[in-house]
């Protein structure tokens, strides 16, 4: 059973468009949930991350929405630009024994 | 300067070879990962490590095996390598006391023809 899912599998967007990209786990006991980004070729890099005590979490221009009781959260790209285009990852981190969780990714391109 | 380095960076082998992966880190994390990582797709967790001699298996253990000596360094081995494992391996690392997202070297891209 996959333990964290992502949806939509890619994303097309207009530059200064907002993109949301979607996020749902299955155990209620992961504690923590970093995002990645990806481009072409490079290994993957924390864009930011959320703990559960929080329901947002912002970073300039990319903010986390968390819902705990639904088990969902989100990723909001405002004044999306070219360069934001990559492959985003979510993930979840188990505290019991540190276990990092990725979903398969959605792939983002923003077009100018 | 906190980084995690893989070699080699790319590596060609013949099926049925030994292969062997290296993962250093210098942040004296305690938790080190190695992932695989297939074209369009998510990170699969091979083998998680809690510090020296404290290996797990993670999701896709079959056929690889693990060697932590020392707290700085990983490493990855395939005994007889097979063509379905070509593929790109990433290492991470991270501090197993302060909820801290693993910090990911630059990977192998690994060949098995």
């Known amino acids: 059973q996959q333990q964290v899912r992502q949806s939509p599998q890619s994303l097309t967007v207009w530059e200064g468009e907002t993109a949301i990209l979607n996020c749902s786990y299955e155990?209620?006991?992961?504690?923590?949930f970093p995002w990645y980004w990806q481009f072409p070729r490079e290994s993957p890099a924390l864009l930011i991350a959320?703990?559960?005590?929080?329901n947002k979490k912002e970073d300039g221009r990319f903010t986390i929405f968390f819902n705990k009781r639904e088990k969902k959260l989100s990723l909001h790209i405002t004044d999306s630009q070219p360069g934001d285009s990559a492959t985003y990852f979510c993930?979840?981190?188990?505290?019991?024994?540190?276990?990092?969780?990725f979903g398969d990714g959605t792939q983002l391109v923003v077009k100018p | 300067d906190m980084k995690v380095t893989q070699m080699p960076r790319y590596l060609i082998k013949r099926m049925g070879e030994n292969v062997l992966l290296e993962c250093g880190q210098d942040?004296?994390?305690?938790?080190m990962y190695w992932y695989r990582q297939d074209p369009g797709l998510g990170l699969q967790l091979i083998y998680i490590?809690?510090?020296?001699?404290?290996?797990s298996e993670g999701d896709i253990p079959k056929g690889y095996r693990v060697s932590r000596k020392k707290r700085e360094h990983f490493s990855l081995i395939l005994d007889s390598a097979k063509t379905n494992q070509t593929s790109v391996y990433f290492c991470?690392?991270?501090?197993?006391?302060?909820?801290?997202?693993?910090?990911f070297g630059e990977g192998t891209r690994l060949s098995v023809l």
């Open positions: 991470a690392s991270s501090s197993g006391h302060n909820n801290q997202a693993p910090l």
């Open positions: 155990d209620s006991t992961f504690d923590y």
């Open positions: 942040m004296s994390h305690e938790t």
């Open positions: 959320i703990r559960p005590v929080s």
């Open positions: 490590s809690y510090d020296v001699d404290s290996n």
């Open positions: 993930a979840a981190r188990r505290n019991s024994n540190n276990r990092i969780f």
